[in-house]
């Protein structure tokens, strides 16, 4: 469980890596490594199943998707323009050059393009069996497969997987156009003109295009127009910041599209090893949180937080498990569960019938526990909240942590993820229990100390 232990902190990596193109166009709170992988791959698994060609495996598609950044953890993002960069690209001194890079594309010869990428393929070759290296095999050969294939990109399927990804990278490049002006959308026009090359692919692009440049509004009543606006709303999951991070003040708190990607290769990794279904995983884990898009991230904390809190009001709330009464907490689950419903309705009626049923009857298998999967991804979810509240109390020991560690004592009982969680507690909960013991013991002298200056204060008066 050590091994993976490591390659689930190495994956939180990608949850904070701003995309390197996104930070040259000076975008107002970029997308993460995590956020494109996330959308990335859900573009994949829906753009298969609405495909005029002959169906791929979308679960094997999702999967391709989810690991092929898993080398940036190390080396970092590549752009088109790293050799004409200045060394320093947040040097403020710089940023004109920057912006005068990127009017137009790199001028490189086709023979040291072809050099650049052969290096830059070996050293993500290397640098992903680093990262994999020491996975349960049963796992580590799965995973090996997916990535030899689509480093090749010889099978209809990698090409298909790769070229999605790159066509999300378009999609989000043509909303920061439209949203903050930033962006030289016709250059990217034109890269994905050069770099995309099947027929399928190419046939959405236009479809994209025609709705974001051109703005054609009969175009979004089409199938594939449609799909263009899901995948747009599916985007504000970048950007909404899940509320129990929020309330308990945590810094750079990770979106929901940041979550459900960590959530989504967890819930694979381990449900490999309990031998489950993991197609089926992938894709309800990556269905869990859509209905958030409309009905928003909610917390168990919800029921008892007064509009009229303020931060250090909610701060001591949120220190403690969310104790709600049994007939409010049923009030109140009712009225979410209500909620989320008619928005994953909602968002889905965007889709043809036979992908809404599907994403519709995986997002009520994890909130219904209909199957096996659906009941382990569940506990999942717990497991990847208490693994970001760590994150959290590593970098700020007064993060109010212990919430995190009782709910998961709570609610998960599954073997394999006890065992997950039993090595956590050797790594983390006894340090975190000591200090924070030491927080609340401070505290209480502190409020002694307050105490007895009123005191003293009346006595002067």
Known sequence: MSSLLDFFIKLGKLKTNKRKGWILYDIKDPATTA??????????????????KKKLNDARIIKSILIHHLPDIYIGEETPYDSLLPEDISSEKDKDIIKKILKKLPQVSAGMERKRAVQRQQVEEKTFHKIVAKLPNQIKEEIDGLWA????????????????AKLESYLQALEYWRKEGKVQHKLWNKWTKKNLK??????FRKEI???????????????????VRFLNEVGKL??????????????????VAQHTFQMAIMSWVLGKMKGLDTDRIVKIALAHDLCEVYAGDQTPYDPILAPNYNKEEIYKIVRKPARVPHSQRLVWLMKKKETEWKAVVRLTSLLPKELREEIINLWLDIEEGITKEGRFVAQVDKMVNLFQAIEYWKKDKKFPIMPWWILIKERVDDPILLKFVDELDREFAIESKRVSRKIRASERRNERGRNRGKVNSGLAS
């Open 35 to 52: 956020d494109h992988i996330f959308r990335a791959a859900i573009l994949g698994w829906v753009l298969n199943s609405v495909s005029d």
């Open 149 to 164: 294939e689509l480093n090749k990109r010889r099978t209809s399927l990698s090409k298909f997987a790769w070229e999605s």
């Open 198 to 203: 099947e027929s399928f692919i190419i046939k």
């Open 209 to 227: 295009d025609k709705i974001l440049i051109e703005k054609n509004k009969k175009c979004g009543e089409s199938i594939l127009g449609e799909l």
């Open 238 to 255: 970048k950007s909404l910041k899940r509320t129990g991070w929020v309330l308990a003040q945590a810094k750079r708190p990770e979106s």
